[in-house]
Structure formats: structure tokens, C-alpha cells
Nanobody
Framework: EMQLVESGGGLVQPGGSRRLSCVAS???????IAWFRQAPGKEREGLTCISMSDGSTTYSDSVKGRFFISTNNAKNTVYLQMNNLRPEDTAVYYC????????????????????WGQGTQVTVSS
């Protein structure tokens, strides 16, 4: 089973930027990888995902235009670049992986049965 480790969380001022990293124990082209977040008292929310086979991406409306997903295949790493952060972006951020291309998944819920990291806390506050 793939192992995932997130890092890069911390305290950020409103309007600031932060880049999260997700290092995977393996990086093959039959995987899709997603970023989720969960704020206190709220359900886990899918933010963005990428298909390693063709680089196709999907973004939720809540982060489209502010958050960007990218990969560094040489480092087995998926990044989440977060810009123009808002207090409502405060949450624990997780990466998840499934061994399927995006087109074969029923949206973000397709990642629920996949491999997950332990999460990294992002707090947006002045």
C-alpha cells in the first residue's frame, strides 16, 4: 500500500501563500492523487486532484484560481500551492492516492477508499 506524508503546514496571515508537500512511497503512472481538507466540525472536502497518467486535473469551486496542484516525479512529490489564503481555509490538509486514472473515479469520493497521509495543519490568522 502506498504511504503518503504531508508537510508544509503552519500559521499564515490572510492574503498569504503556502506550499504543501505530499511525498509518496511510490510514484507510478497508474495513480491519481488528491488534496483534501477538514476544518473543525466540518466534513472532509476534496480540493483538487491530478492523474499521473496524463496530468489532467480537477479543482473544486472553493479553491479554483487560488490553489494549484503540481508534481515533481523525480522526488515522488505532489504539491499544493495555496495563494490568497483566507481564515476559512484553516483546516487539516490531507493527500490521498488511488490506483486509478481520474476518468475512472466518481469524483473526489473515489479517493475515500485509497491511501491517506496523516495530515498537516494550516491556520490562516492575523
Amino acid at each position: 500500500e502506498m504511504q503518503l506524508v504531508e508537510s508544509g503546514g503552519g500559521l499564515v496571515q490572510p492574503g498569504g501563500s503556502r506550499r504543501l508537500s505530499c511525498v509518496a512511497s511510490e510514484f507510478t503512472y497508474d495513480y491519481s492523487i488528491a488534496w483534501f481538507r477538514q476544518a473543525p466540525g466540518k466534513e472532509r472536502e476534496g480540493l483538487t486532484c491530478i492523474s499521473m497518467s496524463d496530468g489532467s486535473t480537477t479543482y473544486s469551486d472553493s479553491v479554483k484560481g487560488r490553489f494549484f496542484i503540481s508534481t515533481n516525479n523525480a522526488k515522488n512529490t505532489v504539491y499544493l500551492q495555496m495563494n490568497n489564503l483566507r481564515p476559512e481555509d484553516t483546516a487539516v490538509y490531507y493527500c490521498a492516492a488511488v490506483k486509478l486514472p481520474l476518468y475512472a473515479l466518481p469524483g473526489f469520493r473515489g479517493f475515500l477508499s485509497g491511501s491517506w497521509g496523516q495530515g498537516t495543519q494550516v491556520t490562516v490568522s492575523s
